[in-house]
């Protein structure tokens, strides 16, 4: 464990340290930016953060890959070579449309080659953790492949609207997943527990945590497509990376751990985002508009809307995801007979702090109704 803090502790230093070096150099390019209807931001903002992110994540794999603890994970090149390219990749795909405002097919075109290197370096979903099914045919691997990378993607993208969401949300994310990789990891092999999956999720926790600092509200950078799009794709391979190690767990379960953990874990990561991304496909293809066209109804709009003020709505949003995170967690330590009111309490308990404004002023409303009867 000790070496993972280190990393994280590396990956959150190169993030910090080197955010304010490319907000110096985007400077350059937002000069003549125009701000969008939807923007909830009143002046231009550089919107290349995610390479200091991308550049933590690269800096993260090299440093472990000199420390023994990582060598069976650098046995193999090929998945460390794969998310390399593939971050590459991002990082021009996501510069592209950050100065060029790309169509929407081109971007989902460029997603998918993404998600092509992912598969030709390997890193493919070879089993589902329920019961004995295993995905013998690679077509259908690729696949279903392509498609959870494409969608974490998009899912991380959405939830990008206002400061510190994103990069809150994936660092809530990547912690909770690099705690179940790396618990699977010391059952999967008690003596040599290191673990891909796990490596890349501490990383992105690091990274994540150094970013937000200035990100977080009043925002100075946004992280920007790159960004967004890298985050999704280290989650994404994260949970395809672990469906390897879930074979290797056949001969021993975790006693109070459902057989499914590894497909509830990673979505509870994305929760929120899958949530707005579902939400937004359903009102757009409704109105006969495209289903990647932007607007400002998300979620995060809503609770601006309710009386939230930004940095209130990012930390309420946090909370929920802290929730949903917790509650799967908890599922494997206590029983049932537990968790259920202790899940029906937490969750009160932050849906009251969620919907206050709204209780508030409809207690005002009623309050001033009954005043007004009685004079």
């Not at 955010?19 to 002046?43: C, I, K, M, Y």
């Not at 550089?46 to 046995?75: D, H, T």
């Not at 309710?306 to 917790?326: D, E, M, T």
Request: net charge positive.
């Amino acid at each position: 464990m000790r070496l993972y803090v280190l990393l994280i502790a590396f990956s959150f230093a190169v993030s910090y340290l080197l955010t304010p070096v490319v907000r110096s150099v985007g400077e350059r390019f937002t000069a003549g930016q125009q701000l969008r209807d939807r923007d909830v931001h009143t002046a231009p903002i550089v919107k290349f953060g995610g390479l200091g992110i991308i550049a933590a994540l690269g800096a993260g794999l090299w440093l472990a890959s000199y420390l023994r603890f990582f060598s069976a994970v650098y046995e193999s090149t090929d998945a460390i070579r794969g998310v390399g390219l593939a971050l590459v990749a991002v990082c021009i795909l996501g510069l592209a449309d950050d100065l060029m405002d790309l169509k929407w097919w081109i971007k989902l075109g460029g997603q998918i080659a993404i998600a092509g290197i992912i598969v030709a370096h390997g890193i493919v979903i070879q089993a589902l953790p329920v019961g004995s099914w295993q995905i013998e045919q690679f077509w259908v691997q690729a696949s279903i492949t392509i498609l959870l990378i494409v969608m974490t993607m998009n899912a991380v993208n959405f939830s990008d609207g206002l400061d510190g969401l994103a990069a809150g949300l994936a660092a809530i994310g990547a912690a909770t997943f690099f705690l179940y990789s790396y618990v699977l990891a010391t059952h999967v092999n008690a003596e040599d527990y290191a673990n891909f999956s796990a490596l890349i999720c501490a990383l992105l926790l690091g990274a994540c945590l150094g970013f937000l600092p200035h990100n977080f509200n009043p925002a100075n950078i946004f992280m920007g497509e790159s960004g967004v799009l890298g985050i999704g794709l280290v989650l994404s391979v994260a949970t395809i990376a672990v469906t390897g190690d879930v074979q290797g767990i056949e001969a021993y379960r975790f006693r109070n751990v459902p057989a499914y953990m590894p497909i509830v874990l990673p979505a509870v990561i994305v929760f929120l985002p899958v949530l707005d991304l579902g939400l937004s496909v359903i009102r757009r293809l409704s109105k006969r508009r495209s289903p990647f066209a932007p607007d400002s109804k998300h979620i995060h709009h809503k609770m601006l809307a309710q009386g939230h003020s930004v940095r209130k709505s990012v930390l309420l949003l946090y909370l929920w995801a802290i929730f949903v995170a917790l509650t799967v967690v908890l599922v494997a330590f206590i029983p049932l007979t537990l968790l259920i009111p202790l899940c029906l309490l937490l969750g009160l308990g932050v849906g009251l702090l969620t919907w206050w404004p709204l209780v508030r002023r409809r207690a005002l409303q009623l309050r001033d109704k009954r005043t007004g009867r009685a004079e």
